[in-house]
């Protein structure tokens, strides 16, 4: 069992910076990775890594979010530059386990003013 604690939720003004955390405890983690929900639309895909440093990101934060991990802590992190009011979201960790297990974080509110 892999339970998810998220912090660095916060308000932003746009153009500001804001970096989340997730510490992850009870299995060591295979992938690691971010997905957002904003009000009244689908849960999406934010960014994910490896163990190895592999890293993915959605097109529409590629060259503004850098998502990183600490193999030792079991902790992602996802270091958000540039921010824009669409980013504004819930953002859920997500990891998956060796055993295949996908396990989600309790979501972390992000909200971007102009």
């Known amino acids: 069992q892999v339970q998810l604690v998220e912090s660095g939720g916060s308000l932003v003004q746009a153009g500001g910076s804001l970096r989340l955390s997730c510490a992850a405890s009870?299995?060591?983690?295979?992938?690691m990775g971010w997905y957002r929900q904003a009000p009244g639309k689908q849960r999406e895909f934010v960014a994910r890594i490896t163990r190895s440093g592999s890293t993915n990101y959605a097109d529409s934060v590629k060259g503004r979010f850098t998502i990183s991990r600490d193999n030792a802590k079991n902790t992602v992190y996802l270091q958000m530059n540039s921010l824009k009011p669409e980013d504004t979201a819930v953002y859920y960790c997500?990891?998956?386990?060796?055993?295949?297990?996908?396990?989600w974080g309790q979501g972390a509110q992000v909200t971007v003013s102009s």
């Open positions: 009870g299995s060591t983690i295979n992938i």
């Open positions: 997500n990891v998956l386990d060796w055993g295949g297990v996908y396990y």
